[in-house]
């Protein structure tokens, strides 16, 4: 009897479980996005949607969308790739992509910039484009130490306390301030995702809105939904989205899509 009553007390507590917030929160924002407001040009049009920072890396463009491929030399700053949008976005938005990693590395990261802008300060001012030949060079610290984004790695590699295994961190960068990297990430970290799989397809849904930012990806096998709250740091409204592959980094981006939102 007493196995049974702590059975269905386990049953009851289950069905009753509280709802996860976020995933709440991200379904009410996911109804309340508009329609496209932006599609990337595909093809050989991709330079009328983005501009890239470096020269060794390439874009390859495809029917759908393109590939992006930094240089092969691991470690040489010269051989990461930057991938910025001509136009920029403002306010609450969602974006949507497809991803296919075309690389097998156990070592470096993608990333995706959001509302990302110059620091402002003489050279580096808000507009990317206008500084672009500093960043010819594309090495990580023109970006963490001049320019104002949030950044979202993903498929990366070489955290020290998780060798070889993938990981997914969010950041606000602090321009300017000294602290490179220090104090810049928000929780959670993530680990082990399961994702990420050369030569697999997969979906991403980026939101920001307000201080939530998510990032939903599905795979064939599973689908996993990232939150960070971002409260703590002075938000960014205004700037361009960005890919960066650190050198030995390819993958294709297709279907990419912006949408605003009305957050309810």
């Given at each position: 009897?007493?196995?049974?009553?702590?059975?269905?007390?386990?049953?009851?507590?289950?069905?009753?479980?509280?709802?996860?917030?976020?995933?709440?929160?991200?379904?009410?924002?996911?109804?309340?996005?508009?329609?496209?407001?932006?599609?990337?040009?595909?093809?050989?049009?991709?330079?009328?949607?983005?501009?890239?920072?470096?020269?060794?890396?390439?874009?390859?463009?495809?029917?759908?969308?393109?590939?992006?491929?930094?240089?092969?030399?691991?470690?040489?700053?010269?051989?990461?790739?930057?991938?910025?949008?001509?136009?920029?976005?403002?306010?609450?938005?969602?974006?949507?992509?497809?991803?296919?990693?075309?690389?097998?590395?156990?070592?470096?990261?993608?990333?995706?910039?959001?509302?990302?802008?110059?620091?402002?300060?003489?050279?580096?001012?808000?507009?990317?484009?206008?500084?672009?030949?500093?960043?010819?060079?594309?090495?990580?610290?023109?970006?963490?130490?001049?320019?104002?984004?949030?950044?979202?790695?993903?498929?990366?590699?070489?955290?020290?306390?998780?060798?070889?295994?993938?990981?997914?961190r969010a950041r606000r960068y602090l321009p300017e301030t000294k602290v490179y990297l220090n104090g810049t990430d928000f929780a959670?970290?993530?680990?082990?995702?399961?994702?990420?799989?050369?030569?697999?397809?997969?979906?991403?849904?980026?939101?920001?809105?307000?201080?939530?930012?998510?990032?939903?990806?599905?795979?064939?096998?599973?689908?996993?939904?990232?939150?960070?709250d971002t409260s703590r740091l002075p938000r960014l409204e205004t700037g361009r989205i960005g890919l960066r592959h650190m050198a030995?980094?390819?993958?294709?981006?297709?279907?990419?899509?912006v949408r605003s939102i009305s957050a309810p």
């Open positions: 009897m007493g196995f049974l009553l702590w059975a269905l007390t386990g049953l009851v507590g289950c069905a009753g479980a509280a709802p996860d917030p976020g995933r709440e929160r991200f379904d009410a924002l996911m109804a309340a996005s508009g329609p496209v407001e932006w599609t990337s040009p595909v093809g050989e049009q991709w330079r009328e949607g983005w501009f890239l920072d470096g020269r060794v890396g390439r874009v390859e463009p495809t029917a759908e969308g393109f590939e992006l491929w930094a240089g092969p030399t691991p470690r040489d700053n010269a051989h990461h790739v930057v991938l910025w949008t001509q136009r920029e976005f403002s306010g609450d938005l969602r974006l949507d992509f497809d991803y296919v990693r075309l690389d097998d590395a156990t070592d470096d990261v993608n990333i995706l910039y959001l509302f990302a802008r110059g620091s402002g300060t003489a050279p580096y001012v808000e507009d990317l484009s206008a500084w672009r030949e500093l960043r010819a060079e594309p090495r990580m610290a023109w970006y963490f130490s001049h320019v104002a984004t949030y950044h979202i790695s993903f498929a990366a590699f070489g955290d020290a306390d998780h060798p070889g295994v993938d990981y997914i959670p970290d993530n680990f082990d995702t399961g994702l990420f799989k050369p030569g697999v397809r997969y979906h991403f849904t980026v939101i920001r809105a307000g201080t939530d930012l998510f990032m939903r990806v599905t795979g064939p096998d599973h689908e996993r939904l990232f939150h960070w030995g980094r390819a993958a294709r981006y297709e279907h990419i899509e």
